[in-house]
T-cell receptor, first 111, second 114 residues
Framework: GENVEQHPSTLSVQEGDSAVIKCTYSDSASNYFPWYKQELGKGPQLIIDIRSNVGEKKDQRIAVTLNKTAKHFSLHITETQPEDSAVYFCAASEGNYQLIWGAGTKLIIKP | DTEVTQTPKHLVMGMTNKKSLKCEQHMGHRAMYWYKQKAKKPPELMFVYSYEKLSINESVPSRFSPECPNSSLLNLHLHALQPEDSALYLC?????????????FGQGTRLTVV
């Protein structure tokens, strides 16, 4: 079955700097790759997603890149702000009912 | 309205109690999900309802009993739980029961079993 690995488990960056979180997946049939942000005491919230027919997608300070050949995808956050502090999860789906989640990355923005 | 509303936010129950978690969405989504999330872990899928019918049960113990009274509501009935069942229970919905569309999550119910 599908397996998603996510790194790093914790990332600490200075406010204003960029943050990059990386995920790899094992199943070439996966075709949808969402990123969720979970703040303390809240449920996960979709922040960006990418489909297998696209290599890159950007939404303001957030971007996701996908390398299908290497089976990895990454989240890029530029000009980080205190409100970006949260746990970020990557996930992969073959398009059925199941999302396969990465283990999560705790992002800490230092003032 | 892009909200999934869960009640209660917090619940403490004894091992002999019976309680229910509730979830509501008004986005016209036809798929609803229950997830369990332990601290510092990703959510784990428990149940999937598709067009108000239970379509997936991820080998969840029978002390958890889901119910979908209508297309907007999802309940999770709890009975004879164990302390290890303490977790954040998340409800989610999506337009169709395919996880290649956006899934909206509620805030969760923080459950403590004593």
């Amino acid at each position: 079955g599908e397996n998603v690995e996510q790194h790093p488990s914790t990332l600490s960056v200075q406010e204003g700097d960029s943050a990059v979180i990386k995920c790899t997946y094992s199943d070439s049939a996966s075709n949808y790759f969402p990123w969720y942000k979970q703040e303390l005491g809240k449920g996960p919230q979709l922040i960006i997603d990418i489909r297998s027919n696209v290599g890159e997608k950007k939404d303001q300070r957030i971007a996701v890149t996908l390398n299908k050949t290497a089976k990895h995808f990454s989240l890029h956050i530029t000009e980080t702000q205190p409100e970006d502090s949260a746990v970020y999860f990557c996930a992969a789906s073959e398009g059925n009912y199941q999302l396969i989640w990465g283990a999560g990355t705790k992002l800490i923005i230092k003032p | 309205d892009t909200e999934v509303t869960q009640t209660p936010k917090h619940l403490v129950m004894g091992m002999t109690n019976k309680k229910s978690l509730k979830c509501e969405q008004h986005m016209g989504h036809r798929a609803m999900y229950w997830y369990k999330q332990k601290a510092k872990k990703p959510p784990e899928l428990m149940f999937v309802y598709s067009y108000e019918k239970l379509s997936i049960n991820e080998s969840v113990p029978s002390r958890f009993s889901p119910e979908c009274p209508n297309s907007s509501l999802l309940n999770l009935h709890l009975h004879a739980l164990q302390p290890e069942d303490s977790a954040l229970y998340l409800c989610a919905s999506s337009q169709v029961p395919l996880m290649n569309t956006e899934a909206f999550f509620g805030q969760g119910t923080r459950l403590t079993v004593v």
